[in-house]
């Protein structure tokens, strides 16, 4: 399914919420109660697609960066250097984190949730104000597959057997940019 049949808001202070249940509690309060305290106190932007009745999905974003204390005992951050070659080498990466993404249920698979990452790839890309290699996502174990079906990694295996887990997407990999 493609997002141009739906209306497109950038959440503001006034916004009134339409019905929204995508399965999850959290998810469900936070379009309600927590995005716009997010919103106020400059935490994180959420976006929404509507049609006149629901809110048929949302995500919010906030700013971020890879350290290295996050990742340095694994190859990942070996794999990061070879596909960013600098003399001078970073100790961080900037990154957008994917802070919240669900998906209204009567709309869940119908790929939404993927032209809504899709959308979000080229956001960072073409329209970004700052430098962004990343996004980043704190994972529902319930939604790793689908997150690893949009091309995203797993930042560690220290988080294995956590409810949620540190997953990447290399905004490079949209652009050619990367060798390994
Ligand atoms: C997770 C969520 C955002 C996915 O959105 P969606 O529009 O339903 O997903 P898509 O239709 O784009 O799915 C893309 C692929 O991932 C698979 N997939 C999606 N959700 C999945 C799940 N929970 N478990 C296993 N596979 C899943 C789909 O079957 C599809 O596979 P295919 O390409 O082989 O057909 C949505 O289901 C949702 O809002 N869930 C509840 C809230 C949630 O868990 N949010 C994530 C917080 S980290």
């Excluded at 960066?65 to 190859?75: A, D, H, P, S, T």
């Excluded at 993404?101 to 809504?116: F, M, R």
């Excluded at 994972?139 to 057997?161: I, V, W």
Aim: hydrophobic content about 35%.
């Amino acid at each position: 399914m493609d997002l141009s049949g739906f209306t497109y808001v950038r959440l503001s202070p006034e916004k009134e919420i339409l019905s929204f249940d995508c399965g999850d509690t959290d998810l469900n309060e936070f379009i309600v109660v927590d995005a716009q305290n997010y919103l106020q106190e400059l935490l994180a932007v959420t976006y929404l697609f509507e049609n006149d009745n629901d809110v048929v999905a949302f995500f919010s974003v906030l700013n971020d960066k890879i350290l290295y204390e996050q990742v340095g005992r694994n190859n990942l951050w070996n794999k990061i250097r070879k596909n960013i070659p600098h003399k001078k080498h970073f100790k961080s990466y900037p990154a957008v984190k994917l802070g919240r993404l669900a998906v209204n249920k009567p709309y869940q698979k119908q790929h939404l949730g993927t032209s809504i990452l899709d959308y979000i790839k080229v956001f960072f890309i073409d329209r970004n104000k700052t430098g962004c290699r990343f996004i980043t996502v704190d994972a529902y174990r319930e939604s790793l597959a689908f997150y690893e079906k949009n091309g995203f990694k797993y930042m560690t295996e220290d988080d294995k057997n956590s409810d949620t887990r540190l997953m990447y997407y290399d905004l490079a990999s949209l652009k050619g940019l990367l060798k390994i």
